[in-house]
């Protein structure tokens, strides 16, 4: 069983949890993630590896509580253990060679960012750092940003910390103030690495992006992942989850990702139930 040793809440909506997992803490690189079931009736959900400690044999975890799954993950707490705890899966994320780089986080795609960053500052490439939230109660990791950031730009939506507007406001700013970039990592929700592709393809600026469609297996047997890149089909769990993001149809991407809402809404309805059941009992 995989232990749960630490748990923090990173906001209101965003936890971060440490799990003992030797074997993967053995093999994880930034860019991989793992794939979970809370217990044996649970869904497979899958989640980016946060960061890793080979020696203490340990993976992180960070979460948005919005599904049924994640709800009742967040009801486990330090010495609980969960079901099934798979991984390391996915292709890593490419880092060697480069020199400096821009990585771009919104939201809680920041947690699936800093990994990358750490280890390009640990490469002792340059890495700026272009965090975005929607206000200053929902700011995560700006202290492990700080510390593994050469430049760090904080981007609030209302202004309420940082700078006032939109990553892509920010990373323009840099880009047309001379900065030189081999490389901007994107990651986020879809509609901003979408948008961060289109200036930097302006500019002509390599762009990767991190894709997390809906996923089962994480083997590429499924197809539940697939994705248009350069006008062939990729699995996001196989073939990724870095993908050029000049190449990704994030159009369709968005489409297939809101599928499954109406149905997500009701399994989260029950779950809420579940829950308050428990608490009464």
């Not at 901003?192 to 992006?209: P, Q």
Request: aromatic content about 6%; some cysteine; hydrophobic content about 40%.
């Amino acid at each position: 069983m995989f232990q749960i040793l630490e748990k923090e809440p990173l906001n209101s909506t965003v936890t971060r949890m440490v799990i003992s997992a030797p074997l993967i803490a053995k093999k994880a690189e930034p860019g991989q993630f793992i794939i979970l079931r809370v217990d044996q009736d649970g869904e497979r959900i899958p989640l980016t590896i946060a960061d890793y400690d080979r020696e203490a044999g340990t993976v992180t975890i960070i979460y948005q509580i919005v599904g049924k799954t994640t709800m009742m993950l967040d009801q486990l707490n330090v010495g609980d253990s969960l079901c099934d705890f798979v991984g390391p899966l996915g292709t890593a994320s490419h880092t060697e060679g480069l020199k400096k780089v821009a990585v771009v986080g919104g939201g809680v795609g920041c947690a699936i960012a800093y990994p990358i960053a750490k280890k390009l500052h640990n490469q002792g490439a340059e890495v700026h750092v272009v965090a975005g939230f929607r206000n200053k109660d929902l700011i995560i990791l700006e202290d492990e940003f700080s510390k593994i950031s050469d430049r760090l730009e904080l981007v609030t939506d209302d202004g309420s910390n940082g700078r006032k507007g939109m990553v892509t406001d920010a990373l323009k700013e840099l880009i047309e103030a001379g900065e030189k970039y081999d490389e901007v990592i994107a990651i986020g929700p879809l509609i901003m690495m979408k948008f961060v592709c289109k200036l930097t393809k302006e500019y002509g600026i390599k762009t990767i992006v991190s894709m997390n469609p809906i996923m089962i297996d994480g083997t590429g047997m499924c197809g539940g992942c697939r994705l248009t890149v350069g006008g062939e089909t990729k699995f996001a769990c196989v073939d990724g989850p870095d993908f050029d993001g000049h190449l990704v149809d994030f159009d369709e991407a968005m489409s297939r990702g809101s599928m499954y809402k109406e149905a997500e809404g009701i399994a989260r309805e029950h779950a809420c139930r579940l829950l308050e059941g428990k608490k009464n009992a």
